[in-house]
């Protein structure tokens, strides 16, 4: 997946696309991609990275939905499970069955929990995860060594899934390009186009790099931008009211130590209502989330002090060792598209996640709310949509059974295992030039041919790219990646062939970044 490449194909200003994608996230890539495997003749453009927004910034759970079955929302909760097992099926080179443990610290919870997470099991079918057990405080703490015995009964142990999220919208993209669609980086979308009757014809976008324009003929527009759907549905009509409600979601990574073992933590209620996840990924430990009402929609949201405050303090009350803001590696926000308007006293908890569908009277078609384990069921009823809409040749959607770019069934859970079926082909990059198989720090197995792949065959403009979707230090270990920037842009120059201006001005800019994925306190 070469950006040159992908961009040849937008240069004819007489080609018609049958759809055009704008928004490079999990919804926009699902779309993408279903309407490619259906023959129909797709282009994608995202403003800036893929998966920039809040598709790179999840909890990292492939799941049904507990919470949500505890609000009867069971209809939601039993497409999650169906699409938690497809995704398992289609991608198991980056989704993997995790053990979780819910605590109990009274008589009753144990049955009232595990009654309600044998429904969860049994909502799943033959695409179950493995059954839910019940376990005495004695093994509990076996389970997971670093909880705080104090008061516990029991516990339930239950599965879900967890996944690398960029990861996956990388695969989801070269998925796409190899079954004919055009995925382009860093193109943003500047106006639409219309006939006379004020249908959409197209739309115009500009190169960020180049500041190069082009044309787009499309006979179906769709708006897959999450937070954002609501600036390109008033781009369409200035008038056109809001239709998503964002709610900021935080996350901390904390080192290894502080869950050592391979089975996470849920706590099914905390202070504000939601529920708490700690979570092993990539070796490090991911806790939260939040949900914070946002007024303001930005590209790099920042965590509030509060929210990390009560990270902490509730996975404090838990853990043996309490962590404190000097152990946060990293600490990342998103802003969830909650698909619905807030009703007074409503809380965004309370919103359900169900995707909509809108079409508007010029023909764009918009996808709203949503998550990832849906993206596939969005894609295909998106694309039913404006196949419907635009008169396009009827095809049914074929991803319930494709297999994701990537594709290996062979699974160590080692790190490197996400790449799956490239994980040979950057072995042969390092094979062909040894150089390349030198690690970038010696606590990863990460290697400089990882960030050559990623810049040759995935699409990485630059050092945020790389550390923030490709290879995840950012998330990881904020600061570490900030130390190993210099390498990253002197590489990525080399295969470029940019100069030291660029180089010192990458660094710059990822420092500036990286910065605000620490504490304050810590910076």
């Given at each position: 997946m070469n950006r040159k490449d992908q961009l040849k194909q937008i240069e004819n200003p007489e080609t018609i696309w049958d759809i055009a994608v704008i928004g490079g996230g999990a919804t926009g890539l699902g779309v993408a991609l279903d309407a490619a495997l259906r023959g129909l003749k797709v282009v994608l453009f995202e403003a800036s990275d893929l998966a920039k927004g809040t598709s790179s910034r999840s909890t990292k759970l492939v799941h049904g939905g507990v919470r949500y079955l505890a609000k009867g929302d069971v209809g939601l909760v039993l497409e999650a499970l169906y699409e938690r097992g497809l995704l398992m099926k289609n991608a198991p080179h980056l989704v993997k069955n995790q053990s979780f443990i819910i605590p109990a610290y009274s008589w009753w919870e144990g049955p009232f929990y595990f009654i309600g997470l044998f429904l969860y099991d049994l909502l799943a079918g033959s695409l179950s995860f493995g059954r839910s057990k019940y376990f005495n405080a004695k093994n509990v703490i076996k389970k997971i060594e670093t909880l705080n015995p104090k008061n516990?009964?029991?516990?339930?142990?239950?599965?879900?899934?967890?996944?690398?999220?960029?990861?996956?919208?990388?695969?989801?993209?070269?998925?796409?390009?190899?079954?004919?669609?055009?995925?382009?980086?860093?193109?943003?979308?500047?106006?639409?186009q219309k006939d006379a009757d004020n249908k959409i014809t197209g739309l115009k976008v500009e190169d960020v790099e180049n500041k190069k324009s082009y044309t787009i003929r499309a006979k179906s527009i769709v708006n897959a931008t999450g937070v954002f759907v609501d600036s390109?549905?008033?781009?369409?009509?200035?008038?056109?009211?809001?239709?998503?409600?964002?709610?900021?979601?935080?996350?901390?990574?904390?080192?290894?130590?502080?869950?050592?073992?391979?089975?996470?933590?849920?706590?099914?209620?905390?202070?504000?209502?939601?529920?708490?996840?700690?979570?092993p990924w990539h070796n490090k430990v991911v806790i939260g989330t939040t949900d914070t009402l946002i007024n303001t929609i930005d590209t790099e949201p920042q965590a509030l002090d509060k929210e990390i405050d009560f990270i902490l303090d509730t996975a404090g009350r838990y853990l043996t060792q309490a962590p404190q803001k000097n152990d946060v590696l990293s600490v990342f926000a998103g802003l969830r598209p909650l698909a619905a308007p807030m009703h007074e006293n409503q809380t965004t908890k309370e919103i359900s996640r169900k995707h909509k569908i809108i079409v508007s009277s010029s023909g764009l078609v918009t996808i709203i709310g949503g998550k990832w384990t849906t993206c596939r069921k969005m894609a295909q009823d998106t694309i039913d949509t404006a196949i419907k809409t635009a008169n396009l040749t009827k095809q049914k959607s074929t991803t319930a059974n494709f297999h994701i770019h990537g594709y290996q069934l062979e699974n160590s859970q080692k790190m490197l295992d996400i790449y799956g079926s490239d994980k040979s082909k950057i072995e042969e990059l390092i094979h062909q030039d040894s150089s390349l198989g030198v690690k970038l720090h010696p606590d990863y197995d990460f290697t400089i041919a990882h960030v050559i792949w990623a810049i040759r065959?995935?699409?990485?403009?630059s050092v945020e790219d790389i550390f923030a979707r490709r290879i995840r230090f950012l998330f990881l270990d904020a600061r570490l990646s900030m130390e190993l920037a210099p390498k990253i842009a002197e590489i990525m120059a080399r295969e470029f062939g940019f100069d030291s201006a660029w180089v010192n001005n990458q660094i710059s800019e990822y420092n500036n970044l990286a910065k605000r994925y620490l504490i304050k306190e810590t910076a």
């Open positions: 516990i009964k029991g516990g339930i142990l239950y599965h879900d899934g967890q996944f690398d999220d960029s990861r996956l919208a990388i695969n989801l993209a070269q998925s796409c390009t190899e079954n004919g669609g055009c995925i382009l980086n860093y193109m943003k979308v500047d106006s639409l390109i549905l008033k781009m369409d009509n200035p008038l056109s009211k809001n239709t998503v409600r964002p709610s900021q979601g935080v996350h901390i990574v904390l080192d290894k130590k502080f869950l050592p073992g391979d089975v996470s933590l849920m706590i099914p209620k905390t202070d504000d209502g939601r529920v708490l996840f700690a979570i065959e995935e699409m990485a403009r």
